[in-house]
């Protein structure tokens, strides 16, 4: 008997019985169903988490802490060891993002200084890091690419950065522009310094009388799209190369009289480590940790948040699979009813010489065929389902939102590697459920079976 034979007989067999067949299908809808708009809403908490983190930060990137390098036994983070994780595996760039530890300055911009703003907003940062670490430019150039001339200090500019200065000339609210704020007919009001046109100059604050001040001019090379996953610096800061920051510091300290053994000795308080993906962020950072270093990561908290989701993933999923346990009892009695009935039928063909195994895969075959098509109906329903959920999600919310919250975009989600296990999944179960039907049917005598009414 060819196979042809087995799926046009399966088949006939399945549509003499349509009562019968019909509702075991719908057993088997009704599972594939509740299984995968289970495991869905799990999936969708996963996609939630990940938009709502990825709104926090960057998720391939790790913050390393030493906290002033007051431990020993764990090797500073100066340079030298910032160059030796940047050339660890799947890192792209390792830098700090230094704060000066000593150095009072401002920044003034405007005929006769008028306009003034505090430069506690500097940071220094590798050149060649800022590409990697994914600072967008709305205009200009980065560090690394832009000429510099004279003795002006290269430096990219937050967004909104000259809404950091104020009205030297000006009291209270008048001295002030912040971003948003509108003029009496409702007109937006452009801060008092355009970044990229106006000179803007540092000069340091002299700690006494007899101090030396420091004065350089700032050279705007570029403009940082604000991106507040990237930090305040987008926004409102400054970004120097960071040797060019410390050789600034160092000036300042020496102008200044101020003092310190440890400067050049503890290293840096804490570095930023890019990755190459987000699945090597884990590995990476257990890298890091191996030195003694604590780290933080947006990955950590991700991996956290989705242990939890995986556990009510598996309780959603378990509550679906008894609906699915139920379709198999099902799938079980039919076929058992049918050898029932057909048990002459399969006298008659074990008398015509057919053999075991073809009457076994005849039984098999409907049952699968039963699971496939319920599976097939079950899926195409979640997706409607799915659709539904997410278009009112919502109204669910204010309904359900205790029993199923929203993390994200979409209440439920189902890719097509869930459509494809569903549909699998449902097939085996039906196969697995006409086993033992299958084995009795092979088991019945011939000659009982052709005098069996």
């Known amino acids: 008997m060819r196979i042809s034979d087995l799926l046009s007989l399966s088949f006939e067999n399945l549509r003499r019985r349509k009562g019968r067949t019909t509702l075991t299908i719908i057993g088997?809808?009704?599972?594939?169903?509740?299984?995968?708009?289970?495991?869905?809403?799990?999936?969708?908490?996963?996609?939630?988490?990940?938009?709502?983190?990825s709104q926090w930060g960057d998720l391939t990137q790790i913050q390393v802490y030493n906290w002033g390098g007051s431990n020993s036994d764990v090797p500073k983070l100066d340079d030298k060891m910032v160059a030796e994780l940047d050339a660890l595996e799947h890192v792209k760039v390792a830098t700090p993002i230094y704060n000066a530890r000593y150095l009072n300055a401002q920044i003034f911009a405007g005929k006769g200084d008028r306009y003034v703003m505090d430069a506690y907003n500097i940071v220094g940062i590798y050149p060649e890091a800022i590409k990697e670490l994914e600072y967008e430019l709305i205009s200009g150039k980065y560090l690394d690419e832009a000429a510099v001339s004279g003795k002006k200090l290269p430096?990219?500019?937050?967004?909104?950065?000259?809404?950091?200065?104020?009205?030297?000339?000006?009291?209270?609210?008048?001295a002030y522009r912040w971003q948003g704020q509108t003029d009496a007919q409702g007109n937006p009001l452009d801060p008092f310094v355009d970044v990229n046109k106006d000179k803007l100059t540092l000069k340091t604050v002299k700690q006494e009388d007899n101090s030396k001040q420091i004065t350089y001019e700032l050279q705007v090379t570029g403009v940082m799209l604000e991106d507040y996953k990237k930090g305040y610096v987008t926004s409102q800061g400054i970004v120097m190369d960071l040797n060019t920051l410390k050789r600034l510091e160092k000036e300042y300290m020496k102008a200044n009289g101020i003092k310190d053994a440890n400067y050049d000795k503890q290293g840096y308080d804490n570095i930023y480590v890019k990755v190459d993906d987000v699945d090597n962020v884990e590995a990476v950072e257990k890298a890091i940790?191996?030195?003694?270093?604590?780290?933080?990561?947006?990955?950590?908290?991700?991996?956290?948040?989705?242990?939890?989701?995986?556990?009510?993933?598996?309780?959603?999923?378990?509550?679906?699979?008894?609906?699915?346990?139920?379709?198999?009892?099902?799938?079980?009695?039919?076929?058992?009813?049918?050898?029932?009935?057909?048990?002459?039928?399969?006298?008659?063909?074990?008398?015509?010489?057919?053999?075991?195994?073809?009457?076994?895969?005849?039984?098999?075959?409907?049952?699968?065929?039963?699971?496939?098509?319920?599976?097939?109906?079950?899926?195409?329903?979640?997706?409607?389902?799915?659709?539904?959920?997410?278009?009112?999600?919502?109204?669910?919310?204010?309904?359900?939102?205790?029993?199923?919250?929203?993390?994200?975009?979409?209440?439920?989600?189902?890719?097509?590697?869930?459509?494809?296990?569903?549909?699998?999944?449902?097939?085996?179960?039906?196969?697995?459920?006409?086993?033992?039907?299958?084995?009795?049917?092979?088991?019945?005598?011939a000659l009982e079976a052709i005098r069996h009414e």
């Open 289 to 445: 940790q191996d030195y003694g270093y604590d780290t933080y990561s947006m990955s950590s908290e991700r991996d956290r948040m989705r242990e939890q989701s995986q556990m009510i993933q598996m309780i959603l999923g378990g509550l679906g699979a008894v609906s699915l346990f139920v379709a198999a009892l099902s799938i079980a009695n039919t076929m058992t009813m049918a050898i029932y009935e057909r048990t002459r039928e399969i006298g008659v063909m074990k008398v015509l010489g057919c053999k075991l195994g073809k009457i076994r895969q005849m039984f098999l075959l409907e049952a699968a065929m039963i699971g496939f098509v319920g599976g097939v109906l079950g899926v195409g329903i979640s997706y409607t389902l799915s659709f539904l959920m997410n278009h009112f999600g919502p109204m669910l919310q204010n309904v359900l939102g205790s029993i199923l919250p929203m993390y994200g975009s979409k209440m439920s989600v189902i890719p097509p590697w869930l459509a494809l296990v569903g549909i699998l999944f449902s097939t085996g179960i039906g196969i697995l459920s006409g086993i033992m039907p299958a084995n009795r049917a092979v088991k019945i005598s």
């Open 155 to 174: 430096v990219l500019v937050g967004q909104y950065a000259g809404y950091g200065f104020t009205d030297s000339k000006k009291r209270g609210e008048k």
């Open 28 to 53: 088997v809808i009704v599972g594939t169903c509740s299984i995968v708009v289970m495991v869905s809403l799990g999936i969708a908490m996963n996609v939630g988490f990940d938009e709502m983190i």
